[in-house]
């Protein structure tokens, strides 16, 4: 899931110019903030040489339940400190201690700088997981003769990391399905909004053969039904957007 954004592409500035052999130590406090409601706060609380970056998510609560700690104590390990005060989760880097290779420290840029995907890969971890186990039970098998528990596909993982917005994943026998509610409240919005989203709809149709399958609909897809706090269309505000990620024959699925 997740392109880079101006918070990536800003840690990964900041601590390539720390990170440089001749650079010199300076006092930092810096906060990123973007429309998805996550907060970066980048800072030297203890001495120019002591590097914290944390950061705020508000599904957090939900990525927690999804296996986001898993997830992100698999990426920083002995980076991991407690979280700073208001925020949920936070790395530190020594920079008098850095990995000795110029390869590791561009690794370790790369991997600070995705920070927001890692957290937010969990539940896609998860359902590609999930994929994966219901594909090999219907190995040899016709939907008509799927074990109880395939047929109807796992659960749906729901990260509202919008005040009205939300993300929904369901994994089948034969696809994940990726599921945005979008809420548009000015009429500009929605044109924009609907050139934007019919570029996903036409891409598949024009050259794009392997690209995944985009719908787009006003009213809740099937996929969802049964959710609470699902939004209800009204005057073109609200719209659903369904990704329908499909296994290349000769691949698997995997996070983006």
């Known amino acids: 899931m997740l392109l880079l954004d101006y918070q990536n592409v800003l840690i990964e500035s900041l601590l390539r110019d720390r990170f440089a052999p001749d650079a010199t130590p300076t006092t930092l406090d810096q906060i990123a903030s973007d429309f998805d ?66 390869e590791e420290r561009d690794d370790l840029i790369r991997r600070i700088s995705l920070l927001k995907r890692n957290a937010m890969a969990a539940p896609f971890e998860q359902a590609f997981q999930e994929y994966g186990e219901f594909a090999e039970k219907m190995r040899g098998l016709t939907i008509e003769s799927a074990p109880q528990g395939v047929k109807e596909g796992g659960e749906v993982r729901a990260i509202h990391y919008r005040e009205e917005e939300a993300i929904y994943i369901k994994a089948s026998h034969d696809r994940v399905t990726v599921i945005f509610s979008t809420v548009f409240r000015e009429e500009t919005d929605r044109v924009f909004g609907k050139i934007f989203l019919q570029e996903f709809v036409d891409a598949r149709r024009r050259a794009i053969q392997n690209a995944p399958q985009v719908l787009f609909r006003n009213d809740p897809p099937l996929e969802l039904e049964g959710m609470p706090g699902l939004l209800k269309a009204g005057k073109g505000e609200v719209g659903y957007i369904t ?12 996070p983006c």
Do not use: M, W
């Open 243 to 254: 990704f329908g990620i499909q296994p290349h024959p000769s691949h698997t699925l995997h």
């Open 37 to 102: 409601n996550v907060t970066f706060h980048i800072s030297t609380p203890q001495s120019k040489t002591h590097l914290l970056i944390s950061i705020r998510l508000k599904c957090y609560p939900e990525l927690l339940k999804y296996g986001a700690q898993a997830v992100l104590e698999r990426e920083y390990g002995p980076y991991i400190v407690e979280p700073e005060s208001g925020y949920d989760f936070s790395v530190a880097v020594d920079l008098e201690n850095l990995p000795e290779s110029q």
